[in-house]
């Protein structure tokens, strides 16, 4: 009998771990996004890293603390004695995207260090959510006398009066003022862990388009595709980067997916010539 198993490929298990929506593991999925850029990285060893910390912070607390303390210690021992924060020195550097390097280097963007945070309050029976702010990622936290909304990237509590501040700006960009405008509350909601990672997957796919690194590109298509398998843009996407590698027949397949299933998209006729160029260079 031939006992032999093959090891699943790194989008093959990123593909288990998010193919439900029950009990999604948020932790673990993020952390595999790095094996594309880290083939050689032992998940396993990220996770017990952040089981370590979350237990020194236990060691921090009596078992009876209330929500405020637990809340308080948090803050203390991630963004001052651990120094979290953001990198401010190199946004855009996909390291600050790939978890065990915003463990490493202690510098990531806001939903890193969001996903991170989270792990730790959730740790410690904290009610914290992430909250997909208009060109922030926020976390939000719910308290016996409130809630209270952190930035990630520093640790500091927003009122509503800054936050109402910072969303002016995209509220403008988009139309929402005068009798088109909406409350704060909107923007505020609880994202979804699956949100949380395609936000996180969508940052690398801008660093990496913007750079015109279609292999890297393509790499986190893929994983946007397995975690959104109805997001019929992120296949058209990925085609036009595959397209870009000179790999047209895969590009063709994927672009045709998603002419067949995008009806109403005001690029089909862009998308149709498209394939009509690959398919006029594979003959």
Request: charge should be negative; proline fraction near 5%; hydrophobic fraction near 45%.
């Amino acid at each position: 009998m031939d006992l032999r198993f093959t090891a699943p490929t790194p989008l093959e298990y990123f593909a288990a771990l998010v193919q439900s929506d029950d009990e999604f593991p948020l932790l673990e999925a993020t952390v595999s996004v790095a094996q594309d850029e880290y083939p050689d990285l032992d998940i396993q060893q990220v996770l017990g890293d952040v089981d370590q910390l979350l237990a020194r912070l236990r060691r921090r607390l009596p078992a009876d603390a209330p929500a405020l303390q637990r809340l308080r210690v948090l803050n203390q021992f991630f963004f001052h004695d651990l120094a979290f924060g953001g990198n401010v020195n190199d946004f855009y550097d996909p390291d600050n995207s790939y978890l065990n390097a915003v463990l490493r280097t202690r510098r990531g963007i806001p939903i890193s260090l969001a996903v991170l945070w989270m792990e730790l309050a959730q740790g410690l029976s904290l009610h914290a959510r992430g909250i997909s702010f208009p060109g922030h990622f926020m976390v939000k936290i719910n308290l016996p006398k409130g809630q209270v909304v952190l930035d990630p990237f520093n640790g500091h509590s927003l009122s509503r009066e800054e936050l109402s501040e910072r969303l002016e700006p995209y509220k403008r960009r988009s139309g929402l003022v005068e009798d088109f405008d909406v409350p704060l509350g909107l923007f505020l909601q609880a994202a979804t862990p699956r949100e949380i990672l395609a936000r996180m997957l969508r940052n690398l796919k801008e660093i990496h388009r913007s750079q015109q690194d279609w292999a890297r590109l393509v790499a986190v298509q893929n994983r946007l595709v397995a975690l959104l398998p109805k997001a019929w843009a992120e296949q058209r996407d990925r085609g036009l980067a595959l397209a870009e590698q000179g790999r047209g027949a895969e590009a063709v397949v994927d672009l045709e997916a998603y002419l067949a299933h995008a009806e109403d998209a005001l690029d089909i006729d862009l998308v149709e010539e498209r394939v009509l160029q690959l398919r006029r260079a594979l003959n």
